[in-house]
Structure formats: C-alpha cells, structure tokens
C-alpha cells in the first residue's frame, strides 16, 4: 500500500527565505504525487503534481517540487517565502493501478512566515 | 470559477443522533469521495463514488456510514449514530474524469463535533 511521510509537522521561515517542506513515499509502483495546500478556513487546494512526465514539477504561486526516485522523495520548494504562504501544506500519493484515483494523504505541514 | 460547496460548515450534535452532511460537487463531474480529518492527523480517506455506486470504501466506512446522491447535484454523507470518534473535519472532493492524473477539487470541509 502506498504511504507518505511528511517530516516536520511545522515549518518557521523568514519572509523571502527558502521553503523546504519534505515528502517522502513508499509505493510498490510508480506513483503519481501530489502537493495540496489548504488555507485557514478554506479547502484543499491542488499546488502541483508529478505524473511521469518532467521530473521537476512548477507549480502555483512560485512553488515547485522534484520527484527523486532514488530518494523516494518529492520536497516542496520556493525559493523565498511571502507571508501569504503561511498554510498547512499536505503530499499525497495515488497509486496508478487504482480504478479510482484513491489520494493517501501525509500527516501535513504548517508552514509560518514572520516577517 | 466552479468549486465544490459543502454544508453545514459545523455541526454539533449528541452522541448517537444521525447527521447529514452534504456536498455539491462541480456539475461536470463525475467522480465523488469522502475524505475526513480528526484534528492533528492525517486527512484520511473514506469512500469514491461513480456511477451512483461506491466504488472503494476504507475501513473507516463501516456499516454507520452511508452515501448517496440523491437528485444529481447534491452528494451526502450520512452517520447513522454518532459516536465521539466521528468528530473531525468531513472533505467532499469531486474530479471530472477517472484518469489517474485527473486533479481532485475540494469542498471546504464540514467541521463535526460530536458531544
């Protein structure tokens, strides 16, 4: 069964500094994955996802990630960080056998901009 | 922009009382799910729906569960009797297609607190 690992539960950057937010996965097949964002009090909103085409995957709002099959991994960048980013941020998995696009979702991460 | 609606934003309710939660997804699509979030974990899957069938249900989805759509538009998530555990945030998310790249939109969650 597919997994993701957020590690971190909160992240504390300065504003304009590097975001970093870690995903790592475990799935028995190639994946698709997935960045959502949710905002305070909003719903979950797709960032950015990988379906096997380019590696390096760009985003909204300046965001981008790199899948990394020799690390398992799929980290969420920006290279400098605005207040507005301030939100949970989740990776999920699907794995590409499923009929219905079943998303395992990570635990998240919060992600705090000061000023 | 069209987007997924869901009501009531929060419920609160006695334990063992059966609750509804609906959902109207995008018109055009045609792919529905369920996800919940018991506040501090992970956002968890419950139920896909298509073809006015669930089509994949977790182990969450246990007999006090039930969905259905009952006049095309709306999408509801029935709890027959409450428990305590079932207070958590309740995601309705839609998707046009069943390909597996296919971006699942997000309703903006239905809070659940059950007392």
């Known amino acids: 069964a597919q997994s993701v690992t957020q590690l971190g539960s909160h992240v504390s950057v300065s504003e304009g500094a590097l975001v970093l937010l870690r995903c790592n996965y475990s799935?028995?097949?190639?994946?698709?994955l997935f960045w959502y964002v949710q905002y305070p009090n909003q719903g979950l909103q797709l960032l950015l996802k990988?379906?096997?085409?380019?590696?390096l995957v760009k985003g909204i709002n300046g965001f981008e990630a790199e899948f990394k099959k020799s690390e398992t991994s799929f980290h969420l960048t920006k290279p400098s960080a605005h207040m507005s980013d301030a939100a949970e941020y989740f990776c999920?998995?699907?794995?590409?056998?499923?009929?219905?696009?079943?998303?395992?979702f990570g635990t998240g991460t919060r992600l705090l901009v000061s000023p | 922009e069209p987007e997924v609606t869901q009501t009531p934003s929060h419920q609160v309710t006695q334990m063992g009382q059966e609750v509804i939660l609906r959902c109207v997804p995008i018109?055009?699509?045609?792919?529905f799910y369920w996800y919940r979030q018991i506040l501090g974990q992970k956002v968890e899957f419950l139920v896909s729906?298509?073809?006015?069938?669930?089509?994949?249900k977790s182990e969450i989805f246990d007999d006090q569960f039930s969905v259905e759509r009952p006049d095309g538009s709306n999408f509801t998530l029935k709890i027959r009797s409450t428990k305590l555990e079932d207070s958590a945030m309740y995601f309705c998310?839609?998707?046009?297609?069943?390909?597996?790249?296919?971006?699942?939109?997000f309703g903006e969650g239905s809070r659940l607190t059950v007392l």
């Open positions: 999920a998995v699907s794995d590409r056998n499923t009929g219905f696009q079943k998303l395992v």
């Open positions: 729906f298509y073809n006015n069938e669930i089509s994949e």
């Open positions: 990988y379906t096997s085409a380019a590696t």
């Open positions: 799935s028995s097949v190639p994946p698709y």
């Open positions: 018109s055009n699509h045609l792919y």
């Open positions: 998310a839609s998707r046009t297609s069943g390909a597996h790249t296919g971006e699942l939109f």
